[in-house]
T-cell receptor, first 112, second 111 residues
Framework: NAGVTQTPKFRVLKTGQSMTLLCAQDMNHEYMYWYRQDPGMGLRLIHYSVGEGTTAKGEVPDGYNVSRLKKQNFLLGLESAAPSQTSVYFC???????????FGPGTRLLVL | RKEVEQDPGPFNVPEGATVAFNCTYSNSASQSFFWYRQDCRKEPKLLMSVYSSGNEDGRFTAQLNRASQYISLLIRDSKLSDSATYLCVVNRRGGADGLTFGKGTHLIIQP
């Protein structure tokens, strides 16, 4: 039982390059989330999904796209990376109700 | 007013002391409340849920005051390993758009 996993753990991109971050969960949770965390800013919600085939925008969605083709996977894409997207990205899952969220270990992204 | 507000600290506390953090939230319809712990360069992890009646887990005590819209965390007999950032977290509607996180309070336990 791996819980929530993220790949890659670390990546360096040049401005304008694209990449996809993968979040995978084996907890059968309906809801999945992508956050970014920057110094002094706390966790900010980028996009989320309430189930397979659904996505919705969070607080800071610009520059990112997501897909949830399978219940267990939630992909975060950067089509044209910018230095402002240098951050730590966390994926989280949620079963609903009064339950709490479970986080993946994070992906550190550096955009040069 | 920010949705969830915390004193960022840092709180520098000697080992063995008692330390308390408070957090305020703005949405009176908030339904559930949590304290998370985040170690440097790691993911946030649930420390404890916060119930209206107050709850205790070992050296940690959490309390909720709905009337004043604040949540507290008390750590007794602090250990060096308690050094971390503590995030106050609120589930605003019990709904799908996730939890609202405070920016965290940084705690440093000094030997």
């Amino acid at each position: 039982n791996a819980g929530v996993t993220q790949t890659p753990k670390f990546r360096v991109l040049k401005t304008g390059q694209s990449m996809t971050l993968l979040c995978a969960q084996d907890m059968n949770h309906e809801y999945m989330y992508w956050y970014r965390q920057d110094p002094g800013m706390g966790l900010r919600l980028i996009h989320y999904s309430v189930g397979e085939g659904t996505t919705a925008k969070g607080e800071v969605p610009d520059g990112y796209n997501v897909s949830r083709l399978k219940k267990q996977n939630f992909l975060l894409g950067l089509e044209s990376a910018a230095p402002s997207q240098t951050s730590v990205y966390f994926c989280a899952t949620f079963s609903g109700g009064a339950e709490t969220q479970y986080f993946g270990p994070g992906t550190r992204l550096l955009v040069l | 007013r920010k949705e969830v507000e915390q004193d960022p600290g840092p709180f520098n506390v000697p080992e063995g002391a008692t330390v308390a953090f408070n957090c305020t939230y703005s949405n009176s319809a908030s339904q559930s409340f949590f304290w998370y712990r985040q170690d440097c360069r790691k993911e946030p992890k649930l420390l404890m849920s916060v119930y209206s009646s107050g709850n205790e887990d070992g050296r940690f005590t959490a309390q909720l005051n709905r009337a004043s819209q604040y949540i507290s965390l008390l750590i007794r007999d602090s250990k060096l390993s308690d050094s971390a950032t503590y995030l106050c977290v609120v589930n605003r509607r019990g709904g799908a758009d996730g939890l609202t996180f405070g920016k965290g309070t940084h705690l440093i336990i000094q030997p």
